[in-house]
Structures are given as C-alpha cells and as structure tokens.
C-alpha cells in the first residue's frame, strides 16, 4: 500500500517528465506539453524545469490510467465533478447510468475511484511542482528564468489546492471561521504521515504562495509566449488568488485580485465568442494545450461534449454534446450572442414542448420531423465555419449547444480553464456583497452590454434580484467550463432540476432537488488509500 500510495501522489518529477520530450525551439518558453525522457535532470537547468513545468500542464489532459477511461484531469473534474452534479447541465443520454454522480451519491465512497479522482489528480500536480519549488534555485540559468519557473510551479500548487477545498472541504461558511478540517499541506517532497491542516491554514498557505508567486513574476520581468495559456503567468496567480478569496469569503481581496487578473485580457468579441471555445481568445488567461500533435483520442473534452465531437456526429449516435437548463436559459434575453448557442425554444415557436409527439418527455430529444428540421436550418445557419459541422448524427434537443467545437478528429481543442469574464463576474459577487451595488451593476454591464454580448442591456436591479442576477449570468457565460458545481456550493444553494412536463429538460431519474446542507454538505470524503497509508489523519469529522 506505501508503495502505491508514493507512486500515486508523490511521484514528481518522475510523473510529469514521462510526459515530456525536448522542445524543437531554441526558446524555452516555447515549449508545448509533450513526451520526453527521465527525470534525472528534470531540474538541473531551467531549459529542462521549463520542460517539467509542461509536464505540470500535460497532466492536466492527459488520461491517468490507473483509473480508466475518461479519468483525464481537468477534463473529468469539468465534467464529473462541476457539469453532471449541476442544475443546468444536462447529458440526459447518460443521466440514468451516471445518476448517483448527478445526485451527488459518492461523496462518503471513500473506496470508490470517483471519490478518490480529484484527491490524487490535484496531489499529482502537487507533487510535481514541489519538485520544481524545492529545485529550482539551484539549476543553471538566468535568475530571470529561475523566478519565472518558481513562480508559475507556485501558481499551480495554489491552483491544485484551492481545487481540492471545492471538493474535500467545507464551505468556509459552514467550517466555524476556517476550524474545520483542510487538506494536508504538502509543499515538499516527502512522502510520510501528515496532518490536516485547518481551512483557515490552507487558505493561508495559498495566499502566501500566490503572494510569492506574484513577487518572483514581477522580479523577474518575463512572461509566457502569446498563446501559452497552459503555462501559468502573473494574471493567473491573480485570478487564482481571486478564486480562493471569493470562495473564503474574502470580497475585498477577491475584487482587487480580480481586477489585477484581468488586466492586458480583454474581453472577447462576439466574433470569438462564436467561434467554438476551441482556440485561446483575448480573454483566456489559463487553459489547456490542445494541438492536434497532442491528441487525447477518446478521452478528449471534446469527443464528447463538442457539438462537433465523436459522439454528437457518429452516425446513428443519439450522446448528443451536453445541454443547458431550460429555465435559465428562457431567463437570458433572445438578442443575447450566448442564448444563439442554445437550441433554446425561443428559437421555435409555434410547437408544443408538453406533446409527446413533439419532443421526448425523458431524454428531451427533438421527434417532431417539422421541429428537426428547423433545428437542423438553424444550426446550419449559426455552424462555425472552417470546422466539422455539429450534430451530424442527426439528433436535436432542447438546450442542445453550440458553444464547444473541435477543431480535428476525435476530439481535439484547447479548453478554458480561466476566463476574463470569469474574473469581471467575481467583481460583481464580490461588489454585492461588499454592499456597493452600483459598482455590482457596473460589472454586469461590462460584462453584457459594453462586450457585445446584448448591446441593449442594462442593469437597475437591487437586492435579491440583483443577486439573481449575478448568479443566472455566471451560470450562463461560464456554462460547461468547470465552475456550476462548485458555485452552487459557495452560495449554499439547492440544486433543484426539473422535467419536460415540469418545465426544465432533465432526465426524471435525476430530476430531483439536492438541499445545500445534504450530501455531507457537499463535500468528498478524504478517499481511503489516503487516510489508510497517512497515519496522521483523524479519522471523522470535518
């Protein structure tokens, strides 16, 4: 088991140089996440610790096998962890098998491989950048270069540990002012027994390595490449450290690391925003590398979830992409350029949507011949062009997107893991709740006005509507990217999914209402090969 448990969370360097293979540049920076060879001197210079630094950015798309398919890093967290166990994220031809993790039924599986996923993922990624952290002072390089790559491994140790209290800890409102248990901090390369920390102690730390990872990319005077979004810079430890506040509860510092994040990412045209989330636009500040040389085959994002992937357009396939819940997305106005995404029933008047003859009253499938053709005009109209068109298989729904494409065979793209409107939706959370409700308002419209997004909105709300607000636009802008769960989460809100005949689009077997103080209060239990090999864990609790 102690063997199992070093090679399954401790493995550094060994782990992400297996990934790697030397840059065809003569520019360190412009290495993209590739295979390669040992880790003997993974970090004994900076042009070899940039390379484990991609090592970092593979994992996070690359299949971990010992858990199977579709077990492929943030891939699986976007749709295992946030998207299915959602309110309005729907993938209804999988909804019956996949319902206990829709109805969040894992969380106290401690021998359970969903339970123990996203434990041993983000300690992976841990790991390997305790390895460069520990290292990094002493390889050969320019001091530049070695504060680059310590600050962007710091980065990503606050990234893979703020991930981890969404899913292992409670909300900070329910953990007595940050007494209740944590995660266990480890931020060297040891592998022995080790205590949890307290909430309030991980926060702490991620503070202070995204302060000192913010320090070392100002000292060093360097950047990523333009496009390198796999590669943390100081935007993203901004936005990370936004995230952590936000989630902690911590407003203040939430806006002003939000508004650091943003700067020199404006927000994307509408342009970009129609161009099928599968290249970096202005506004990705941190996502995954997604050339076709890298292709993850079956376990892509894509081959899935793409309106264009494998499985929308297999012939005879009814898997669909993924579809958007039918009550928020009627609370977007028509002219929204986010609503055009959506086979949203604005877009079909005239047809019956309670008529089983219509529309399938379980898994939502278009079967009206008049309604499939109307979905099939319009989504030849709206198709991106240049890339495999959607839904080639032939099979409509309600709610169906046109947000995610890829851009090869099977399913090839980057994904956002950060966004610009991402951080512009943190200033709105974090103004409401700091009371300023005009600056809340002005985020808003930045946001869906002054973008393009819908030239005709504006915002006069207060209170609860405006709160509503906040969160209908955040679910909308941010839908599929791996942050539904988690929101519903921090704000202590009931999942409630409904049916065709009850008014929403969700499959019956997990139309149902999941309160925000059950499920262990939304939190994962600690898996069991964890607190089995670490003898310093209390056992119970929170």
Excluded at 8 to 18: E, I, K, N, P, R
Aim: proline share 4%.
């Amino acid at each position: 088991m102690k063997k199992y448990i070093n090679r399954l969370f401790m493995g550094a360097l060994v782990t992400s140089m297996s990934f790697l293979t030397p840059s065809c540049s003569s520019d360190y920076l412009d290495t993209a996440p590739t295979d390669s060879t040992g880790a003997t001197d993974a970090v004994g210079t900076t042009a070899n610790a940039m390379k484990a630094l991609n090592g970092i950015a593979k994992i996070m798309t690359t299949q971990q096998y010992y858990f199977g398919g579709g077990f492929a890093g943030e891939n699986n967290i976007m749709i295992q962890y946030e998207a299915y166990p959602s309110q309005n994220y729907n993938y209804n031809y999988y909804a019956n098998g996949w319902a206990p993790i829709f109805n969040q039924q894992f969380h106290t599986r401690t021998n359970s491989i969903y339970d123990a996923y996203a434990w041993y993922y983000y300690y992976t990624l841990i790991g390997n950048a305790n390895t460069i952290i520990g290292n990094i002072d002493a390889a050969e390089g320019l001091d530049s270069e070695k504060q680059f790559i310590k600050a962007s491994a710091l980065t990503f140790r606050a990234y893979a540990f703020e991930k981890l209290i969404h899913y292992y800890c409670y909300r900070w409102q329910d953990s007595n002012n940050g007494a209740s248990q944590g995660l266990v901090l480890r931020l060297d390369e040891s592998t022995g027994g080790m205590p949890y920390s307290t909430l309030a102690q991980t926060y702490a730390q991620i503070y202070n390595d995204l302060d000192n990872a913010i320090s070392l990319f100002e000292n060093s005077g360097m950047d990523r490449k333009d496009g390198e979004v796999w590669i943390p810079n100081i935007n993203v430890a901004h936005a990370v450290y936004a995230r952590a506040a936000l989630t902690k509860q911590d407003y203040s510092k939430a806006l002003s690391e939000a508004k650091l994040a943003r700067k020199g990412y404006p927000l994307m045209s509408n342009a970009d925003y129609k161009a099928g989330f599968c290249n970096p636009t202005s506004e990705w500040l941190f996502g995954s590398f997604g050339s076709a040389q890298e292709n993850n085959w079956y376990w892509s994002y894509g081959t899935q979830y793409a309106c264009n992937g494998y499985y929308a357009n297999a012939e005879g396939s009814p898997n669909g992409a993924g579809s958007i819940g039918r009550e928020l997305i009627n609370r977007i106005p028509n002219q929204d350029t986010r609503k055009a995404l959506f086979l949203s029933e604005d877009k079909f008047p005239g047809y019956d949507w309670n008529n089983e003859d219509v529309i399938d009253p379980d898994y939502a499938i278009f079967y009206d011949d008049n309604l499939i053709n109307d979905a099939a005009a319009y989504i030849k109209k709206n198709a991106v062009s240049g890339l495999d068109a959607p839904y080639q298989a032939g099979y409509y729904y309600l709610g169906a997107q046109l947000k995610f494409y890829v851009f090869d065979t099977p399913g090839v793209s980057y994904l956002p893991f950060i966004r610009s409107s991402e951080m512009a939706l943190v200033e709105a959370e974090a103004n409401y709740f700091l009371n300023d409700t005009p600056a809340a308002q002005a985020a808003l419209v930045e946001l869906n006005a002054t973008s393009g997004r819908n030239p005709e909105y504006t915002c006069t709300k207060t209170g609860v509507d405006l709160w509503n607000e906040i969160m209908d636009y955040r679910e909308v802008e941010l839908w599929g990217e791996g942050a539904a769960w988690s929101d519903y989460k921090r704000w202590n809100r009931p999942v409630v999914r409904t049916t065709i005949a009850q008014g929403g689009n969700a499959y019956p077997s997990v139309a149902i209402t999941i309160p925000a103080d059950g499920a262990n209060k939304w939190t994962w239990d600690v898996p069991l090969n964890e607190t089995d090999y670490n003898d310093e864990l209390k056992l119970g609790g929170k």
